[in-house]
């Protein structure tokens, strides 16, 4: 790029990152506070704390940084209009693709970024988060529940212990689970201990007994034990499988799933709409950068509004991202409605070039005819003093 040209791209880079970070900044305390209840509740620390609250950062830079990019776009410029400079530059004969290129440029890298975190990051961090909230959950059965106190832990399960030995572990355990209408299982325990083992949660019970009552039966069916461990994330329906969402597969795995899942085969459409709205998601800068450029590109003087280009600009981007929402909503009910989602951003990006263009070209037939009328004007004094 020329000095010209790099002098507008620092301009616009400076209040993408202002509008970026600010916005990022003030959402994700807004989420973040939603997350107190995992220490003043939970008793975890600071690091588990802000790791779960960072993992939501991917998913709130791909929602953000558009919108940013565009908000970047417009202040630019606006203060090259301000200051006059888009007079000058188009004065001086700087051609309007000049002019596009910086912001162009700062697009496709957003655009690249987005790309980057959508398609590899993002469903990493949804399992990463998964992960953690299932050890979050071992924690708060090991670290919150009180002594002589009966906890509800979740919905039908019930925890109890007498009391803390000096090593951590718990003695005089109650534990009963009746999540399952008519089905009662009691987990009885002289002690018990939460155990981290490849990853997973386990509460390791010694000395006890289990009782299980199943539907339709008044008999209680009784099991001692000497040691038996309790896993923390099985604590679901029977024979319910852990399924994981189409948000939290790799692309990967949304490319080729595996059409024996019965999962798979209820929400087939599911899966193929996020799989095209990943692919898809990078348009979205471009086209955005490109909607403010069509609409605020154009040099004005100072006695010429432009509030009505802005508020036409903000109409065309949120027309744009429902047209967006409504092709991923049709994707997953029509094989068909593949191609609007693509075709959504293109569009746009389509008919913003278009605008900046004809925008160009009136303005050069306005140049031209005001040249004209200027030669023209500078003649006439000459005719009339020839004629006289």
Known sequence: MRQIERYIFRIAFGAFLSCLIGLTGVIWVTQALRELDLITAKGQTLLIFFLITGLSLPTLITVIAPVALFIAVVYALNKLNGDSELIVMSAAGMSPRHLMRPFLTLALLVSAAIGFLTIQVMPSSFQELRDVLTRVRGDFIANVVKEGQFTTLDSGITFHFRERAPNGALL??????????????????????????????????????????????????????????????????????????PRERSTVQLMFPNPDETYY???????????????????????????AFAALGDPRTT??????????????????????????????????????????????????????????????????????????????????????
């Not at 199943?214 to 329906?237: E, K, N």
Request: no cysteine; glycine share 10%; charged share 20%.
């Open 172 to 245: 005089g355990i109650f534990m009963q689970d009746r999540r399952e209408a008519g089905r009662t299982v009691v987990y009885l325990a002289e002690r018990g201990q939460a155990v981290d083992l490849d990853g997973q949660t386990y509460l390791v019970l010694e000395k006890g007994s289990i009782h299980r009552q199943q539907p339709g039966s008044r008999d209680t069916s009784i099991i001692t034990f000497q040691r038996y461990a309790v896993d923390l994330a099985a604590f679901t329906p029977p024979d319910a499988d852990t399924i994981y969402k």
């Open 265 to 291: 085969k209820l929400t087939k459409g599911r899966f193929r709409a996020e799989l095209h709205d990943r692919l898809s998601s990078w348009l979205y800068p471009l086209a955005l950068g490109l909607i």
């Open 303 to 388: 006695r010429q509004g432009r509030g009505l280009a802005v508020a036409g600009a903000i109409a065309a981007v949120v027309g744009l991202r429902i047209a967006g929402f409504a092709a991923a909503s049709a994707a997953v009910r029509s094989q068909g409605a593949v191609t609007a989602v693509y075709a959504v951003p293109l569009v746009a990006i389509a008919l913003s070039l278009l605008v900046a263009t004809q925008g160009n070209r009136v303005r050069a037939f306005n140049a031209g005819v005001a040249a004209r009328l200027r030669r023209f004007s500078g003649a006439v004094p000459v005719l009339r003093a020839r004629a006289g």
